[in-house]
């Protein structure tokens, strides 16, 4: 089925002012047709479906936790079954059936607040409830298992659900509007984050839109990313009203990116939009809460994972002659050489083959990443491609040359080719993952790494490190930018 043609009066009309109240009565038509006939909501009607039953099996998992731990009844068991929608309901008032169609990306990850409040809320929730049932309550420790078991469960299966999703669903089709740069921006951030599930399907300058296009692009595509150099209030307003007429998706694409930094918090007073900015240095505890983190964390990864430690200590051994352990001379916070160490995943002789494969003199920029290094063993590729070969660093972490999360150590001889712009990065202390580590890795392009990096030492904070060390476990396993 074809729809009906537009009215030529379309091409009349262009993008300056509300558009949606003069469209000619065809032109509606159309797009009442286009509600009809393509229903365009599916999508994430199927996924907020998909999602309510991963909550569900969650908190089934709470109440069989309930019924199997210690202090735990037959008859609180089938009680707290009964009360199964009253997770789904909290999950709702949450928002968490709401978040995945509106941004460009959202993971499972971004929702951890919210998903352990709702793991902490439903237990608090079906405590007081089975205390009004012939069940009784049951006793804390149980509840707080039990909460434990469903908070753990519903990420994992949250994660498993928008794996399936994207899996099951074709991607959402996107028009992209705006300048040739911000353009490529956007493109690039759809090439490197592939769980966007989202294909371009249409490019176009700000300049080429009239009401005719927006109307055709508005009938095709599921979400229109406006992307201008700059912003004016009443072409986004017009956009804005198209796309709310059509019931379509519409992002902005902000030009300001140094203005719009994460750690800025968005507030009124009363209709007037305020942007509130957080001091640049972080906080003395701040600073201290994260060494601690450091200390605790990277003392009990080295004991529990000492045992597949002295595994890849031995695979290394029996692969040929020379040292388990690599150590390499790196720049620390102030520039400070530090020394780095790694499971070793190239010849013995690496460091003198790498001037037949490369000249620093010679770089256009002071970074480089060779694909496919031929120093690289067999043995070494497979732990460069879980990361494996970055494990003894957390000695580092220890001793307090390198931090958990912050700019990847770089070699000395790049850093005496940094610019001024590039000297940044020195200014906090390197880290085992980091902004880099999470997006895109060695995809990114010095420029792309930069910003990411700036980014992440301009607005330091706790929950931020934590986000970022979540977002490494599903990116050391997808191995993607790994070289």
Known sequence: MVPPPH??????????????????????????????????AWRYALLRRMLACADIAAAFLWCSALGMASGGTVGQLAWSLGFLPVWVVIAKLLGLYDRDERP???TTIDEAESLVLWGVSGTFALVL???LTPAGRPEASTAVVAGVVATVAVFSLRALVRFLWRAATPPERVAIIGSTATRGAVKRKLELFRDLHMTVVEEHESSEIDGRTASRLLGTV?????????LDNEHVRSILDLSHADGGLLTVVLPCRDTFMPAVRLSHLAELPVLEYKRRTPSSATTFLKRGIDVAASATLLVVLSPLLVVIAAAIKLGGPGPVVFSQVRAGVGGRPFRMLKFRSMVVDAEELLGNLISFDGLAEPMFKLHDDPRVTRLGRVLRRWS????????????????????????????????PEHCY???????ITGPMQVYGRGELTLAERLAIERDYIDNISIGRDLRIMAMTIPAALSGRGAY
């Open 425 to 431: 990065r020195l200014n906090v202390k390197p880290g």
């Open 222 to 230: 599921d979400r229109l990313v406006y992307a201008p150099a700059s």
């Open 104 to 106: 460009l990306r959202h």
């Open 388 to 419: 494996l070969d970055e494990l003894p660093q957390l000695w580092n972490v220890l001793v307090g040359h390198m931090t958990l999360v912050g700019p990847r150590p770089e070699q000395l001889e790049l850093v005496e080719r940094y610019s």
């Open 129 to 131: 409830l089975l205390q």
């Open 7 to 40: 009215s030529a009066a379309v091409e009349t009309s262009t993008l300056e002012g509300p558009l949606v109240a003069h469209l000619p009565a065809a032109v509606r038509a159309d797009r009442l047709w286009v509600r009809r006939n393509v229903s365009r």
